[in-house]
């Protein structure tokens, strides 16, 4: 069964720290590649995607994600978080066999 | 403009009365999925409309649930005899029909469901 995993549930960084958020997904296809970003009180919304080409995406905010075929991953990287980065974050993938297929999500606070 | 509209915000019912959650997707977005968020966890997947095509239910986790979506406008996720298990944040996204998923999901605020 297709899945998406994300392990880290929670994580908590100063200002300026770097980020990187882990994704691991389970199908053995093409994959069409997401991460979502719901700020506190805010509905989930799109930060970045990717179809194909060049595996480092850059989406919103200074944020990145490198798509590793090999490792069946897509991690989140933020080289300096800030405050305003509080959020949950969630790692999704679709390989067109059904709806988005959305991880746990991580929950990241910035300490200011 | 107008984004995903959800009604109610909450929603609090005894066990074993049913509900009915309601989804306006964005205006022209023929694809419609419901998932289901319970505390704590990820999005759970419960199904999916397209245009006039038949919906993925794949998702729904026991008959109590149903769905319906009159064409591309509103639709509606029933839970009949809700148990304290069915509490959760509902959420309604809607997209344009591009092909493997290629098109974002708008994301409405929830419906949070509490069973008592």
């Known amino acids: 069964a297709q899945s998406v995993s994300q392990h880290n549930h929670h994580v908590i960084l100063s200002e300026a720290a770097s980020l990187e958020l882990g994704c691991n997904y389970s199908?053995?296809?093409?994959?069409?590649l997401f991460w979502y970003v719901q700020y506190p009180g805010q509905h989930l919304q799109l930060l970045l995607k990717?179809?194909?080409?060049?595996?480092l995406v850059k989406g919103i905010k200074g944020f990145e994600a490198e798509f590793i075929k090999s490792k069946f991953s897509f991690n989140l990287r933020k080289p300096s978080v800030q405050w305003s980065d509080t959020a949950e974050y969630f790692c999704?993938?679709?390989?067109?066999?059904?709806?988005?297929?959305f991880g746990s999500g991580t929950r990241l606070q910035v300490q200011p | 403009g107008a984004g995903v509209s959800q009604s109610p915000s909450n929603k609090v019912t005894e066990k074993g009365k049913d509900v009915e959650l309601r989804c306006d997707p964005i205006?022209?977005?023929?694809?419609l999925y419901w998932y289901r968020q319970r505390l704590g966890q990820g999005l759970e997947f419960l199904i999916y409309?397209?245009?006039?095509?038949?919906?993925?239910k794949s998702g729904l986790p026991s008959d109590r649930f149903s769905a319906e979506r009159t064409g591309e406008s509103v639709s509606t996720l029933t839970i009949q005899r809700t148990q304290q298990e069915d509490s959760a944040v509902y959420l309604c996204a809607s997209s344009l029909a591009t092909g493997r998923g290629r098109s974002p999901l708008h994301f409405g605020n929830g419906t949070r469901l509490t069973v008592t």
């Open positions: 409309f397209q245009g006039n095509s038949a919906p993925d």
């Open positions: 199908y053995g296809g093409t994959v069409n």
């Open positions: 999704a993938f679709y390989t067109g066999r059904r709806a988005l297929t």
């Open positions: 205006s022209g977005h023929t694809a």
């Open positions: 990717y179809f194909s080409g060049d595996p």
